[in-house]
């Protein structure tokens, strides 16, 4: 069975220009976690989709938004990029409505904020 | 105060020898909890993962939950060099996949 597969794996992009970050989760899986990476906040959660209904969202601004599709894919939307968002962004997915379902991560996109 | 506390370390430990990583967490409502390896540039993946008090063994993997403490920790039994890693520690605190993680134990296995 495939992995959940993040693209792009490495972006560069300049402050103010938006990006779009992508996520496969594994198949049948249906629940889409993200999730921001970085040295000093370790990893910090973005929002989770289930049947492309947001629901849950961590403490981040209204800049970063997402979405999923009716085949579970998801999509991550950054905009008007900050310094600060230089990050690796994990995505994850999990096979059910159970709390109790792991976590099952891509290997990420790394995306540097020039 | 974190929702989920983990040391930082480098925990060093000579091969052969058993490696213990600790963790508390602040939700008493908190449900199942996660150990994660993560090597370096690499994504997190799942070691175990535990659901009641008590004990859970995986090979040279032991998890231990004790709900009272709030406090989860992991045993790596024989620990080799390519245990080398950040394990990192998740609770679910019951909203979901709300997992939060702690900022991770990083752990040098000494050959």
């Known amino acids: 069975k495939a992995g959940v597969t993040q693209t792009p794996r490495y972006l560069i992009k300049t402050r103010g220009q938006q990006v779009t970050l992508s996520c496969s989760p594994i198949?049948?899986?249906?629940?889409v976690s993200w999730y921001q990476q970085t040295p000093g906040q370790g990893l910090q959660f973005l929002f989770e989709?289930?049947?492309?209904?947001?629901?849950n969202k961590g403490n981040f601004p209204g800049r970063f938004s997402g979405r999923q599709f009716s085949n579970s894919r998801s999509e991550m939307n950054v905009s008007t990029l900050e310094l600060g968002d230089s990050a690796l962004y994990l995505c994850?997915?999990?096979?059910?409505?159970?709390?109790?379902?792991?976590?099952?991560f891509g290997n990420g996109t790394r995306l540097t904020v020039t | 105060q974190k929702e989920v506390e983990q040391n930082s370390g480098p925990l060093s430990v000579p091969e052969g020898a058993i490696a213990s990583l600790n963790c508390t967490y602040s939700?008493?409502?908190?449900?199942?909890f996660f150990w994660y390896r993560q090597y370096s540039g690499k994504s997190p993946e799942l070691i175990m993962f535990?659901?009641?008090?008590g004990d859970k063994e995986d090979g040279r993997f032991t998890a231990q939950l004790n709900k009272a403490s709030q406090y989860v920790s992991l045993l790596i039994r024989d620990s080799q060099p390519s245990d080398s890693a950040t394990y990192l520690c998740?609770?679910?605190?019951?909203?979901?996949?709300?997992?939060?993680f702690g900022t991770g134990t990083k752990l040098q296995v000494i050959p």
């Open positions: 994850a997915s999990s096979s059910s409505t159970d709390y109790n379902s792991p976590l099952h």
């Open positions: 198949s049948g899986h249906r629940s």
């Open positions: 989709y289930f049947s492309e209904t947001q629901r």
């Open positions: 939700d008493r409502g908190s449900q199942s």
């Open positions: 535990i659901y009641s008090n």
């Open positions: 998740a609770v679910n605190s019951g909203g979901y996949q709300k997992v939060t």
